[in-house]
């Protein structure tokens, strides 16, 4: 029940029409049984510095930031984590002591489905698919677990050499190297952990694969592969990954658990209910 006391926290984006992130964070607030409502905010380009200054003013408490506002909210915000540096996007708002805080949850989600593996990452190689903004969280996470090292494949030589140059500075010792797609048959074998990052296959178009059949039955034995989509679940890659044994993991994770360490941070709890976000975005997509 909306109150003369509840607390605003919401996402802004450009559109924002189709984000999954207020039903998710209303269905986990109601759960937790607090006085908040999570809304989807409209913000043109132009208006961001507007809206900043609006929310400051209504008392916002939190806000999530989509395209295409990622990268162009750091400039305008008091403080930066180490992580939203290294990723060059915030995708988290907090505001503190009168201060607009911008962080990156969105390599945590990355992280957490492969993290609750237990496994030794320090000689798994990570190959990703892709090299926009998505790639740049999966990038950092793959060094977060200590990845022995990660090669970028993209199609754009231009857009490659910008990638690798971009970590330069990073607070991150990242281990990357970069290749042009045609170089697929050479580095699937090495791949231990191959992450799709690009949006090829995603709905309407579920038939395509950022991989053909052909190149999965050269990964290694016992290789994870990691779809960042989660619309189809699972997508044309998952599924042959899947047949040829290696072990298959959708983007819905990575929804939930980067939606839920922004939770954490808004409402300052230790746990939020992960599992009722999880049912609550399964039962909107499938
Ligand atoms: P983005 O910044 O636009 O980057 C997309 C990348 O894919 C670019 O490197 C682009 O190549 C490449 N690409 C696009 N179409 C291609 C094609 N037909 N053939 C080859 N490469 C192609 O997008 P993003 O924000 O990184 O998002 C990428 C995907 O990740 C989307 O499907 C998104 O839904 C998903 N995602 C999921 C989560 C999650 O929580 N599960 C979070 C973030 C993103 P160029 O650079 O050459 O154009």
Redesign the pocket.
Known sequence: MITGTTKLLGVIGHPVEHSLSPVMHNAALGKLGLNYVYLPFPIEPQNLQQALDGFAAIGVVGFNAT?PHKQAIIPLLSEIEPIAQAVGAVNTVIRQDDKWIGTNT?VE?FIAPLRSRGEDWSQIVAVVL??????R?VVAGCTQLGCASVKVV???LQ?LQEFRESWKDSPLEVNLQVYQ?DSLPQIIPKANLLIN????G?YPKIENS?LNPELFAHLPKGAIVYD???TPSPTKFLQYAANTGATAID??E??VQ?GAAALKMWVRRETVPVDVMRQTLQQQLY
Do not use: E, F, S
């Not at 990052?197 to 090829?200: H, S």
């Open positions: 395209i969105d989600g892709g090299n926009g903004g998505a790639a969280a993209g199609r754009n857009k797609v990052t690009t949006p090829i995603m950022p960042l989509i989660y983007g819905l990575m929804l980067q």
